[in-house]
């Protein structure tokens, strides 16, 4: 898996992906922000400030206020890889967050997204 070049793209240039992607497929900003959030702990108000500074994803999971623990309960595949499997805690960070969004996308239901 290549790392550095995922890692210093700013979350900003990706974030429009992620809305388009869950709106395309019925589903809400606001619940892709509730996924954002439970995986993160940001707020609204973090995460509007990430985006502004174009904050890199290294820095966006290193300053992240809490990474939810419940988020070694993301399991799956996603680019081919198992998000359980992957050694590297950034890239795992960053797979989950794909993983979540994708599991958004796909129509399951949000209790089940977080873990609960």
């Not at 439970?38 to 995460?47: F, K, P, R």
């Amino acid at each position: 898996m290549k790392n550095a070049r995922v890692f210093k793209m700013s979350f900003a240039s990706v974030y429009p992906h992620y809305v388009e992607k869950v709106e395309k497929k019925g589903r809400t900003v606001a619940e892709l922000h509730e996924v954002i959030f439970w995986l993160t702990g940001y707020d609204e108000q973090s995460l509007q400030q990430l985006i502004e500074d174009r904050t890199d994803f290294e820095t966006f999971f290193a300053e992240a206020p809490k990474i939810n623990p419940n988020a070694n309960k993301i399991t799956g595949l996603i680019c081919g890889y198992r998000v359980e499997e992957i050694e590297d805690a950034l890239m795992q960070k960053l797979r989950y967050l794909d993983k979540l969004i994708d599991e958004l996308a796909k129509g399951k239901v949000m209790e089940k997204i977080l873990r609960k």
